[in-house]
C-alpha cells in the first residue's frame, strides 16, 4: 500500500498508539550498548595510538581509522537518544550521557538537543525550513535568486562540500564558537564541551603527542562527519519525499512520507544505530534506537513504507530542488536554462 496516496487510514495518533509500548527504555540493553560502542572505540583508539608511535605506515591505519569513525557514529546515534530523553528511563542519566557522548562528537549537548527538537517539529514543512535541516529551496526561490546566491546554494548541495568540507567545518569548527548561542543552556554545554575537549588535546599532547592526536581524531571526526551527514540527508532527501506548506501540513504524510525507511545491510544497521527506521523514529521519537527493528516488526503499519535501499539513496544525490507544483524534489539539470 503506498500511504502517500492514502493517508487517511491511520492518524497520528492511532499510529503513535501502535508504537506507545516500545517507548519504554530498558537499562539491560542501554548499558549494553553503551559497552558494545564505547568499549571497541577507545580499544581502537588505543591501537592506534600504538601503530603511529611504532611508526606505523599511516596506510595501514586506514581501515582501523574506518572503523573507529563506524563506532563513533554509532555513539552518535546513543547521544542523538539522550537528546530525546529515550536512552534512560532517567533524565539525569540521558543528560550526564548525553554531555560524555557530546564530548566524544564534539558535539554541544543542549545546543544540538534544541535545534533537533525543532527539526522534528518543523520538518517537512516549507514554512518553517532552516533549524537543524538541509538547506533545501523550492525552484522558484531558487530562480529569484542572484547568480552569487545560486552559485553559493549550488556549492552547499554539492556532494564534494557537504560530505567533504561540510562536517569538518561544522563539527571542527562552528560549533565550538560560543556566540552563536543565545540560551543559558546553549551556552552552557558549548562551554562544557569545549574545555573537555581543550582538556583531552592538552592531557594528549603531553602523553602521545599533538601530532598522534591529530593524526588519529581529524580523519575520524571527517568520516564519521561525513557519514552522519549523508544519512541526515537521505532521511528527508529522497525521491518521493513528502513536503508541504504549513497550512496544509500533515503529520502521517510527514513521519511516513517525509521520512525515509533507509534500508541498510545488517552490520550498517548495527553502526547506524538502526536510524534507518526514521519513519518509525518520527512517528515517536522516544522509542531509543535498540527497539526500532522490534517497533518496525510488530507493527504492520511501518511496514507499509517502501525502502530506500543503499544504491537507490545515491540518485538523492541528484536533487537539489522542491517543485511545488509537480511536488517532488527535482535536479539542477531539470530547470533547463542557464544561471544568470
Not at 1 to 21: A, C, V, W
Not at 309 to 325: A, F, I, M, P, Y
Request: charged share 15%.
Amino acid at each position: 500500500m503506498d500511504i502517500g496516496q492514502s493517508p487517511g487510514e491511520f492518524t497520528i495518533n492511532s499510529l503513535r498508539k501502535s508504537l506507545k509500548q516500545y517507548a519504554k527504555p530498558e537499562l539491560r540493553q542501554a548499558v549494553w550498548q553503551v559497552v558494545n560502542s564505547l568499549v571497541p572505540y577507545l580499544a581502537l583508539w588505543a591501537l592506534l595510538v600504538y601503530m603511529i608511535k611504532q611508526d606505523y605506515n599511516l596506510a595501514l591505519t586506514l581501515p582501523f581509522i574506518l572503523l573507529a569513525s563506524l563506532f563513533l557514529v554509532r555513539i552518535f546515534i546513543i547521544f542523538h537518544d539522550c537528546a530525546h530523553g529515550s536512552f534512560f528511563a532517567a533524565s539525569l542519566g540521558n543528560k550526564i550521557l548525553g554531555y560524555v557522548t557530546g564530548i566524544l562528537t564534539f558535539t554541544p549537548y543542549s545546543y544540538w538537543q534544541n535545534n533537533h527538537l525543532v527539526h522534528h517539529g518543523t520538518y517537512a514543512d516549507l514554512d518553517y525550513r532552516g533549524v537543524g535541516d538541509i538547506w533545501t529551496l523550492t525552484v522558484e526561490e531558487y530562480r529569484a535568486l542572484s547568480k552569487m546566491k545560486r552559485l553559493a546554494y549550488r556549492l552547499y548541495r554539492n556532494p564534494f562540500v557537504f560530505l567533504g568540507i561540510g562536517p569538518g567545518y561544522s563539527f571542527l569548527i562552528t560549533q565550538r564558537f560560543l556566540h552563536q548561542w543565545e540560551g543559558k543552556n546553549e551556552r552552557f554545554s558549548a562551554a562544557v564541551t569545549n574545555l573537555a575537549i581543550l582538556v583531552i588535546i592538552v592531557m594528549a599532547s603531553l602523553t602521545i603527542g599533538l601530532r598522534a592526536y591529530l593524526l588519529i581524531q581529524i580523519p575520524i571526526m571527517l568520516i564519521a562527519g561525513a557519514i552522519g551527514v549523508w544519512l541526515f540527508y537521505v532521511q528527508h532527501q529522497f525521491q518521493g519525499v513528502y513536503w508541504s506548506r504549513h497550512e496544509a501540513w500533515d503529520p502521517v504524510k510527514a513521519a511516513m512520507v517525509g521520512s525515509s525507511f533507509y534500508k541498510l545491510p545488517k552490520v550498517l544497521q548495527w553502526f547506524t544505530g538502526n536510524i534507518g527506521f526514521h519513519h518509525v523514529h518520527h512517528v515517536l521519537p522516544r522509542i531509543p534506537n535498540y527497539k526500532l527493528q522490534q517497533s518496525y516488526d510488530a507493527t504492520p503499519a511501518m511496514q507499509t513504507v517502501p525502502p530506500l535501499t543503499l544504491r537507490g539513496s545515491l540518485k538523492s544525490l541528484h536533487l537539489n530542488l522542491w517543485d511545488e507544483k509537480q511536488q517532488t524534489l527535482v535536479s539542477f539539470r531539470s530547470l533547463r536554462e542557464p544561471v544568470r
